[in-house]
């Protein structure tokens, strides 16, 4: 159980296109999931929260207009970078919150590889 | 806000020695510590957690300690097996901030047959 899948899991995009990711919990209902950016031999950074039914929560520097969250189902959530540019170029995570399991567990996507030529 | 420090940053053992990461964090209010597996082009893997109430946890070869006082937990796997090898990060997150993950800066973990 508790599997979080993320399509696509690569993506090449030309300078100024954009790009949506999506992140499904399968097997379980999140009200909460977390999105996350690494780059490469780095830690995850925490982008924002998204919360079903509501404005995601962003983190400090990083900027709402350029990385769209929507949450609109208890199982899905989409990151779109808009305008994406070549500094664009990272790993982007998902997680998710179980719903009705241990408030705190959270589990992970495969992760989106995004290239920005 | 929350700081974790993970140490060492990269970790190399014989197969069938044992191997130990260990974290830090600044945040009292912290109360919930998983460690994540992350191998190569893949999304983290939660291994084991361990909650403020507890001092230690053990699943098979993985154990997890925790000091509360000391504000550090440490990572324990034991007969290492070259699968072992990884990308091994410790978080930490509390209820007041919405059960946010701050992670550490990672361990790359190589198991040498």
């Known amino acids: 159980g508790a599997v979080v899948s993320q399509h696509p899991s690569r993506v090449i995009c030309k300078s100024g296109t954009s790009v949506k990711i999506e992140c499904r919990s399968l097997d379980f209902q999140a009200t909460t999931m977390f999105w996350y950016r690494q780059f490469p031999k780095q830690s995850l950074m925490l982008m924002a929260t998204?919360?079903?039914?509501?404005?995601?929560?962003?983190e400090q520097g990083v900027e709402k207009d350029k990385f769209l969250i929507n949450h609109a189902s208890l199982t899905l959530s989409t990151l779109t970078v808009t305008s994406a540019h070549p500094e664009d170029s990272s790993f982007y995570i998902c997680?998710?919150?179980?719903?009705?399991?241990?408030?705190?567990?959270?589990?992970f996507g495969p992760g989106t590889r995004l290239l920005v030529l | 806000g929350e700081n974790v420090e993970q140490h060492p940053s990269t970790l190399s053992v014989q197969e069938g020695d044992s191997a130990v990461i260990k974290c830090t964090y600044s945040?009292?209010?912290?109360?919930?510590f998983p460690w994540y597996k992350q191998e190569l082009g893949k999304g983290p893997q939660l291994i084991i957690d361990i909650r403020s109430n507890v001092g230690e946890k053990k699943d098979q070869r993985i154990a997890v300690t925790l000091n509360k006082t000391a504000k550090h937990f440490s990572l324990h796997i034991t007969e290492t097996q070259p699968e072992d090898s990884a990308v091994y990060f410790c978080?930490?997150?509390?209820?007041?901030?919405?059960?946010?993950?701050?992670f550490g800066g990672g361990t790359r973990v190589l198991v040498k047959p």
């Open positions: 998204s919360n079903e039914g509501s404005k995601a929560t962003y």
């Open positions: 997680s998710a919150r179980d719903s009705v399991g241990v408030q705190e567990t959270q589990y």
């Open positions: 945040d009292s209010a912290s109360n919930y």
């Open positions: 978080a930490a997150s509390n209820k007041a901030a919405g059960n946010k993950l701050t």
